[in-house]
């Protein structure tokens, strides 16, 4: 079974920084495409980032150069660096696993990322 748990999620003001985790059991990180998703109040879930084997990642535009996704193998963990948090970037983090990147069957249970301005 697997299972993927968010945590890191809390209250900062603009211009902070967060790491978001997301531990995973049931699964390998390294053998998978992982991805952050985001979904604000009102609106539709959004892509954020991924990273798949070997470690190549990708990112949406408007969190380029700000956030980066990463990976401890060891760990199984697979974590997401936000910097330079926008009031705009407030919304339910989730993580998530597929095999491939339009494919992803599971997905983690979601933390809060307030930022306030």
């Known amino acids: 079974q697997v299972q993927l748990v968010e945590s890191g999620g809390g209250l900062v003001q603009a211009g902070g920084s967060l790491r978001l985790s997301c531990a995973a059991s049931g699964r390998t990180v390294s053998r998978y495409v992982m991805g952050w998703f985001r979904q604000a109040p009102g609106k539709e879930r959004e892509f954020v980032a991924s990273?798949?084997?070997?470690?190549?990642?990708v990112y949406a535009d408007s969190v380029k150069g700000r956030f980066t996704i990463s990976r401890d193998n060891a760990k199984n963990t697979v974590y997401l660096q936000m910097n330079s948090l926008k009031p705009e970037d407030t919304a339910v983090y989730y993580c998530a696993s597929g095999a491939t990147t339009s494919t992803y069957n599971y997905w983690g249970q979601g933390t809060q990322v307030t930022v306030s301005s």
């Open positions: 990273i798949r084997w070997p470690g190549s990642t």
